[in-house]
């Protein structure tokens, strides 16, 4: 089995900072693309960010420049540093991760159970 815990969610005041966690746990071989997905209130979940193992990024264009990715392959641990935060930036922040897995040899695709963030104006 392989778990993803996400953490770090919480309530801050528009012009605020927070930074989510998620670490991936279980049988794992390797992890490869990590990525963060968020859906708001009312809407459909969206893509936020994603990092290779090798560290390259890609953001929603809407992001860029306030939110940042990262990752720490050792603790199969990935994270988002979100600036300046908006209340429209409120909603359930997923983690998602690509993971190989070798019962049987494959990638497979899991999620997190979701953080909750809020943005109060």
């Known amino acids: 089995q392989v778990q993803l815990v996400e953490s770090g969610g919480g309530l801050v005041q528009a012009g605020g900072a927070l930074r989510l966690s998620c670490a991936a746990s279980?049988?794992?071989?390797?992890?490869?693309?990590m990525a963060w997905y968020r859906q708001s209130p009312g809407k459909e979940r969206e893509f936020v960010a994603t990092i290779y193992r090798g560290g390259t990024t890609t953001y929603a264009d809407s992001l860029k420049g306030r939110f940042t990715i990262s990752r720490d392959n050792a603790k199969n641990t990935v994270y988002l540093q979100m600036n300046a935060l908006k209340p429209e930036d409120t909603g359930v922040y997923y983690c998602n991760a690509k993971i190989v897995r070798d019962d049987p040899w494959s990638e497979y695709d899991y999620w997190g159970q979701g953080t909750q963030v809020t943005v109060s104006s």
């Open positions: 279980g049988h794992i071989f390797m992890v490869n693309g």
